[in-house]
C-alpha cells in the first residue's frame, strides 16, 4: 500500500484505525473490489484466478529488472552492490521468470 508513502505517512496492519486511517481506507477499498469481482453471479473463477496470474508475472519483470539494477548500483548501495556472481544470478532468474511468462501468455491466450 503505498499511499501512505505518497502522503508521507507509512502505515501497518498493526497500526490502529486511527493512527493510520488512509491505509486502511486503501486496504478496505482493495479488499472490497476484489471482493465484488468475486462475488459476481455466474463468473467463472478460474479465469480471473489466471487473469490475476497473469496480471502478476507480468507486472513482476520490471520490477526484477528495477531491483537488479539498483542492487548493482554502487552510489545507491555504497560496498553492499552485488558482484558478477549475484548479478548473473539475478539475471538468470529474470529470464527464467521472462519465459514463464512468455508460457503463461502463450497457454492462455
Known sequence: MQVG???GKEG??????RGVPY???TYLVVMGVAATVVLVPGL????VLLLTQ??????LLPLLVLMHRLAADPEV????ATGRTAGLAQ????????????????LSA
Open 12 to 17: 501497518a496492519l498493526d497500526d490502529g484505525f
Open 44 to 47: 467463472p473463477l478460474v479465469p
Open 54 to 59: 497473469v496480471l502478476n508475472a507480468v507486472l
Open 23 to 25: 491505509f486502511y481506507a
Open 5 to 7: 508513502h505518497y502522503l
Open 91 to 106: 539475471v538468470v532468474v529474470i529470464v527464467l521468470v521472462s519465459g514463464c511468462v512468455a508460457a503463461l501468455l502463450v
Open 77 to 80: 548501495m555504497s560496498d553492499l
